[in-house]
């Protein structure tokens, strides 16, 4: 009898311990509480998304390619309500004073393909990053003007004997009324700068960043520069006084740098990957989730991000998403270490720990009333 109990204890002990470590370790499928707009190149639609953005009063605002005519690609900006509800779509145009043959709108002005991404002002300004230029519209999506980039540093650099030009990368509206745009993945030149909202140099920072990738603000006002194929972040406060590396777990499952940012108000970040991963303020990995059992290791998805002022996580798929997500936006819900979707929450390694160490207690509690009520009686 003695013999028997013991190994019903050991037994269950060792069945427990796997369970806990698959469902802790596994990349967890969860569906959004809602979806939202409709894939295609019409208006309205989702194409090819960039960038997206939330502003003050939680209009979603999205910066896609849209494909048209031959093989032409055009920069939109799809706009929804905070309710999801669509209500406008525009083109980005720009101006040039002489005739651009290819591809004209009119009035002096051309469909931009440029766009790479975006940022919006406290009074609803909206800053497209073009290439050479920013373009600059109102919220209600019309064109105000533009101001080139181009001419705050060198963008052409001699490599190898050959002539190269190389974009600024990222642009984030600052908290005090500023527009900071990287140089990219320039060579030799390696600055964060800053911009006047009317075009104006006003200050520029060297940085120790090869290649970067894209800035991005969080609430407080700090500054994240994300480097190309590098899991490591920089953070730099609203001052620029002061830079903190932040390395990104990402469990073994992805190696390189997210796609997108975005920031709850508690302080923790959201990563997009090849899922979705999100860190407590120090960088330290909450959890992990993916929309879909189709995600590969090491393979980014490219779905941009955004954070509501309610905390909820949008997340926007492209057309070569149609296929597993049904509607392009996703709107998940993050509180205090959980990420609520259609199904049951996931829990962060935290609360896990907490379960397995209460698991862990009541075992060695009913295996100590097993061995001094029943295995005593029978030494």
């Known amino acids: 009898m003695r013999v028997y109990i013991i190994l019903l204890i050991a037994v269950g002990l060792l069945l427990v311990a796997p369970a806990i470590a698959a469902a802790d370790n596994n990349v967890t499928v ?15 639609q989702i194409d090819t998304p960039l960038c997206v953005r ?9 910066l896609q390619d849209v494909h048209y005519g031959n093989g032409k690609i055009k920069s939109v900006i799809t706009e929804y309500d905070k309710n999801l509800t669509f209500i406008r779509s525009f083109n980005v145009l720009k101006q040039s004073m002489s005739y651009q043959g290819w ?33 600059v519209y109102d919220k209600m999506g019309k064109y105000l003007y533009q101001f080139p980039d181009n001419s705050f540093m060198s963008w052409i650099d ?20 500023y527009v900071a745009i990287t140089s990219g993945s320039a060579p030799e030149n390696h600055e964060i700068i800053f911009i006047t909202p009317d075009g104006k140099l006003y200050d520029k920072y060297d940085v120790d960043i090869n290649d970067m990738q894209d ?39 992805y190696s390189g740098s997210p796609s997108s940012l975005a920031f709850f108000s508690d302080g923790s970040m959201a990563a997009s990957a090849n899922g979705i991963f999100i860190y407590a303020a120090n960088g330290s990995l909450l959890l992990q989730f993916m929309d879909n059992n189709r ?21 926007v798929n492209g057309k070569n998403q ?34 397995i160490g209460v698991l862990a207690i009541a075992v060695v509690f009913y295996g100590l009333l097993a061995y ?8």
């Not at 509480?33 to 208006?43: P, V």
């Not at 974009?167 to 600052?174: D, L, V, W």
């Not at 480097?227 to 932040?246: A, G, K, R, Y």
């Open 30 to 44: 969860v569906k959004p509480i809602a979806y939202a707009g409709s894939y295609g190149t019409g208006n309205g």
């Open 54 to 62: 939330v502003d003050a009063q939680d209009n979603v605002y999205i």
């Open 103 to 135: 591809d004209p709108a009119g009035n002096g002005f051309y469909y931009d393909n440029l766009a790479t991404t975006f940022d919006m002002d406290n009074g609803g300004k909206i800053y497209i990053l073009c290439g050479w230029d920013i373009v």
């Open 158 to 177: 001699n490599v190898k004997g050959s002539t190269s030009f190389f974009y600024p990368q990222g642009i984030a509206t600052t908290s005090d009324g």
């Open 215 to 253: 800035i991005v603000k969080d609430n407080n006002g700090s500054l994240y520069v994300i480097q190309s194929n590098s899991d490591v972040i920089h953070e730099f406060d609203s001052w620029m006084d002061n830079e903190t590396n932040i390395a990104l777990n990402f469990n073994g499952t």
């Open 295 to 315: 995600s590969a290791n090491n393979e980014s998805w490219g779905k941009p991000i955004a954070v509501n002022s309610s905390g909820y996580l949008i997340v």
């Open 322 to 355: 149609s296929a597993i997500i049904p509607q392009p936006i996703e709107v998940f819900k993050y509180e205090s270490g959980w990420i609520v979707g259609a199904q049951a929450p996931v829990q962060t390694s935290y609360t896990w720990a907490i379960e």
């Open 372 to 379: 001094f009520f029943i295995i005593r009686k029978y030494m």
